[in-house]
């Protein structure tokens, strides 16, 4: 199946154009590739995203689905990258008939040689000596911050795990600057609803994959987030909400 849709990827591009398969989500294929879509000038490192047609969907539904998520993700990478504080990968170009989208590449390999996604470089500091670093203390509350920035601007993720936040680090002085990936299921929202299962689904990431250090990593991150809000009464709103949304999930989790 993979190979199918690879080739059927390599067939559009054309078969001279370098792409290599990094992740094959329920959603879409994720490729890397060295060439810009249109512009040899512009030559670098970008991701292609595709999102193929889904065999299983009547085929008119499938077409109004994934143009309709395609430019969905597109408009959002758009509006994130103009709004002050948000890091995101920046939009080249796009299909959205066919379901591609090009943005730039984010991210960098680490030491233990993973990809610098927010779970990867907490794994690679899962140990007592370097978990509460001052280095992953600013990690999680810049993160922290950026949730709480995207919040304020009225926007939600939808998916927000530890893989769809990206950390790169800056040539002069070290500093990891967390990025958000993955905007297939974001977009406006003004519901504190919203943000609260935002905020409890990556807690619950951090859970289940750090759970040793959790706490005091998801301590950080709601500080982080804090600290982007100016209006304390909205903040007020989203945190009640947050905490209702854990006892739900704590209910439901106890009736299995
Ligand atoms: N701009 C980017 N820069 C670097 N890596 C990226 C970028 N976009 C996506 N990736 C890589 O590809 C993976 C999958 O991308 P994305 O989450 O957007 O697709 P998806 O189909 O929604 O995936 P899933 O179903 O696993 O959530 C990411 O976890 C990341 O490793």
């Known amino acids: 199946m993979s190979a199918e849709l690879i080739d059927h990827v390599q067939q559009y591009l054309g078969k001279n154009f370098p792409i290599k398969l990094i992740s094959q989500g329920a959603e879409a294929l994720v ?46 990478l758009v509006k994130l990258s103009n709004m002050e504080g948000i890091n995101v990968p920046q939009f080249i170009a796009s299909d959205p008939h066919n379901g591609f989208i090009w943005q730039s590449k984010i991210g960098q390999t680490l030491k233990d040689g993973t990809f ?77 609803e919203d943000k609260g299962v935002d905020l409890y689904v990556l807690e619950r990431a951090i859970l289940s994959t750090h759970s040793l250090y ?14 982007a809000y100016q209006d304390q009464e909205d903040l007020t709103q989203v945190l009640k909400r947050f905490e209702e949304v854990r006892l739900r999930g704590r209910k439901r989790s106890m009736l299995g």
């Open 31 to 76: 490729f890397e590739t060295s060439k810009h879509p249109f512009d040899p000038t512009l030559d670098k490192e970008y991701i292609i995203k595709y999102r193929p047609f889904k065999k299983y969907r009547h085929e008119q539904i499938d077409r109004v689905i994934t143009k309709k998520r395609t430019v969905g993700e597109c408009r959002c």
């Open 116 to 192: 610098s996604n927010l779970r990867n470089f907490l794994w690679l500091n899962n140990n007592d000596k370097n978990a509460y670093t001052e280095e992953v203390k600013q990690v999680l509350l810049n993160v922290g911050k950026q949730i709480g920035i995207l919040h304020t601007n009225q926007y939600v993720h939808g998916d927000l795990t530890s893989s769809n936040i990206v950390l790169q680090q800056e040539d002069c002085n070290g500093k990891w600057v967390p990025f958000l990936i993955d905007f297939g299921l974001s977009g406006y929202s003004t519901l504190v």
């Open 214 to 227: 959790a706490e005091k990593y998801n301590e950080w991150l709601l500080e982080g987030y804090k600290q």
